[in-house]
């Protein structure tokens, strides 16, 4: 009897997943499942942290009686930090592929308005520009994303060598395959599991949005946590260990984003990603390069103004620098360099 009212559950069981399967076919790879728990996750534990606060934090609703605004800001940084984070992960870090596409389609467009405006001037050999502009069209929008991502090398590159043999595109410099995401991204930075995407060039802007308004909200929600323990109302002893434990993850989150939102703000001002920093030596553009030069900085404002309006619907690729460009850069600073701003 006991196996098979085992078996009729697993079969209860097989049926009701098939049928979710069914009714969200998002559901049915393990991959997406995955990251969707995690995002349930997450809301949860904001909702868990700020829900327990108004739950016990009397003082909190009385404040929020007399002076509601208080709360209303701190409910907006709530609900924009889960905007934020959902609008993050939804974003395209920039895919080296999307932006081939691009370049591709933007080539046959000029190709076609060359065409078109070639036509009817030269009537009569008209069939044969035809010919073999139609002829050469598939071979010219290959060469053109070759030609571009060709000419931010230095001559003598080898084309086999910047290939991706997964994507089999060409690496503009910066590019990187991630394996989690199994695409080459432009600009990587590095593959986030919390967000269930990776950080390149199109959404780090963004990101450091996120770790900011995270920041913002896991110190006030610690204010508040500090204010309520702090507090002489009679409560509890259960309810003041829930909080103290709160309070320590709470802690422990606020020291990591501190420092996430720190390390990420300087690879910003010095136009760096964390794999470029991370695995310096192992990559080849940046080999014998020295330490503390850092070959796509183009001094604090110019890199903050790239940071910020780099979009995923414009690609940016930089070209790698010149040996002259390299040496200005590694010289060292002077007295006069800082009174004319040279880091900026
Ligand atoms: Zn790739
Ligand atoms: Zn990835």
Known sequence: MGVSCGSHLRETCHRASDRCSR????LSDPARRSVLSLKV???????????????????????TKKEPWYTAIYVSLFVATLVQYFVTSGTSPGYVLDAQK???????????????????ASSQNGSVLITVDGRNHHRG?????????????????SIRNLTCPYCNVIQP???????????????FDHHCVWLGTCIGQGNHCRFWWYICEETALCLWTSILYISYLKSNISKA???????????????????????LLLFHSYLVMTNQTTYELVRRRRIVYLRGIPERVYPFNQGVCRNLYLFCFARSGMYRMEPLPTAEELEEKSKPYTCGD????RCC
């Open 173 to 187: 410099p910066r590019a990187k395959h991630c394996h989690d995401c199994d695409k080459c991204v432009l600009q």
């Open 23 to 26: 009714l969200f076919p998002c």
């Open 41 to 63: 996750a997450l809301v949860m534990l904001h909702l868990v942290f700020a829900g327990v606060l108004f739950l016990f934090d009397h003082d909190l609703i009385e404040k």
């Open 338 to 341: 800082v009174l004319s701003c």
């Open 141 to 157: 929008n290959a060469t053109a994303w070759t030609k571009l991502v060709m000419d931010l090398y230095p001559p003598g590159a």
């Open 237 to 259: 002893w259960w309810v003041d260990i829930i909080m103290i434990l709160l309070l320590a993850a709470l802690s422990i989150s606020l020291i990591f984003l501190l420092l």
């Open 102 to 120: 691009a370049v591709d389609e933007r080539d046959a467009l000029a190709r076609r308005l060359l065409l078109a405006s070639k036509q009817p």
